[in-house]
């Protein structure tokens, strides 16, 4: 995919994320209290569309969808993927926002979102440096599985 493409997809995205609510930190809140279920109907309506087109590509036998289809793959359990996904959704709480709409904040001008950005930047460099190092240590204290993520 060309960059103009990737970046116009992004702007896309940003505004529609915008606009559902996504980037107000007063809804993610009550969708987290359990006070307001809007971004969890939305987050749920993506999920669905997500997998039918997952499911479109993956049937695909020629054609563009075809190549796409190739590099849909199952992925490995890690031992380390539940450690993450808990930092991940603390940090959604906390702050309000997930990768996704902290740019789309900075997008609206939301100063605070930078440091949302700013920890994602750091999260993602710790673990250049650490994460094998942490997935190793998890592996030696983890029982092994045969169970594999999609």
């Known amino acids: ?8 997809f992004g702007v896309v995205f940003g505004f529609v994320l915008s606009r559902v609510g996504a980037t ?3 809804a993610i809140a009550g969708m987290f209290l ?3 279920f809007h971004l969890a109907g939305v987050m749920g309506v993506a999920v669905v569309v997500a ?11 020629s054609g563009a969808l075809a190549r796409w289809a190739l590099l ?3 992925k490995p359990m890690k031992p380390g993927l539940v ?22 904040q900075l ?5 605070i979102a930078l440091f949302t950005v700013c920890g994602m930047l750091l999260g993602t460099a710790a673990y250049l440096r650490w994460g094998a190092r942490i997935e190793r ?3 030696r204290i983890s029982p092994p599985t045969s169970r594999r993520c999609r």
């Not at 997998?51 to 036998?61: M, T």
């Not at 450690?83 to 789309?104: E, K, Q, R």
């Not at 997008?107 to 100063?111: A, D, L, S």
């Open 1 to 8: 995919m060309r960059p103009a493409r990737i970046l116009l």
């Open 24 to 26: 107000d930190y007063d």
């Open 34 to 36: 359990l006070e307001d």
């Open 51 to 61: 997998a039918i087109g997952l499911g479109v590509v993956r049937r695909a036998r």
């Open 72 to 74: 849909v793959q199952e």
């Open 83 to 104: 450690l993450g996904a808990v930092l991940f959704g603390a940090g959604w709480a906390i702050t309000g926002t997930c990768p996704g709409t902290g740019l789309a």
């Open 107 to 111: 997008g609206e001008g939301k100063v």
């Open 137 to 139: 240590a998890l592996a």
